[in-house]
């Protein structure tokens, strides 16, 4: 239990990012692979994965302009609503599954999306609800405010 508790901390949402991007790549590379996407529209994936990108780094450079603390697991400091965190109270985990689905586009494989997918999902059940908390005893009312005014994904 202690171990799986210090495992879940250090599996940081960028981290887990990678390893699912890797996972699709591993079993786009090793394993037979129905198709879910032809070839040509493929490359449609470079929109999502550009702006998924984009708008994490500026979720993230607004965490650096506000000073916060932006460590998933790290007591909050300051209740960011401004910038693109007036449209969504997650803009950075939005950013990075617009960029899971955008390589899942690219790869084109039916096991990509379902990996991009069960990001979404973690992200949403675990890493959100667990700030979510942290933020509802930390802000109490301020973040109540918030949530009940911007949507958690977009």
């Known amino acids: 239990m202690i171990a799986s508790k210090a495992f879940s901390r250090n599996l940081l949402p960028p981290v887990l990012l990678l390893l699912v ?21 493929r490359w449609f994936g470079l929109v999502p994965l550009a702006l998924g990108v984009a ?5 993230r450079a607004q965490f650096a302009r506000a000073e916060t ?26 950013g ?3 960029a899971a689905a955008g ?14 997918l069960a990001f ?3 992200v949403d059940r675990w890493y959100i609800a667990f700030e979510e908390r942290r933020l509802r005893a ?5 973040y109540e405010t918030y949530a009940r005014s911007t949507r958690r994904w977009v």
């Open 96 to 98: 990075m599954g617009l």
């Open 120 to 122: 979404v999902v973690v």
């Open 21 to 41: 991007v890797a996972a699709m790549w591993l079993t786009h590379a090793l394993l037979p692979r129905a198709s879910a996407l032809p070839e040509p529209y």
């Open 138 to 142: 930390r802000f109490g009312a301020a």
């Open 103 to 116: 390589m899942a586009t690219l790869s084109g494989a039916a096991t990509s999306f379902l990996l991009a």
């Open 69 to 94: 603390e932006i460590n998933t697991f790290a007591e909050p400091t300051r209740l960011v609503t401004e910038g693109l965190f007036r449209w969504s109270r997650n803009p950075m985990y939005l």
């Open 55 to 59: 708008a994490a780094i500026a979720a």
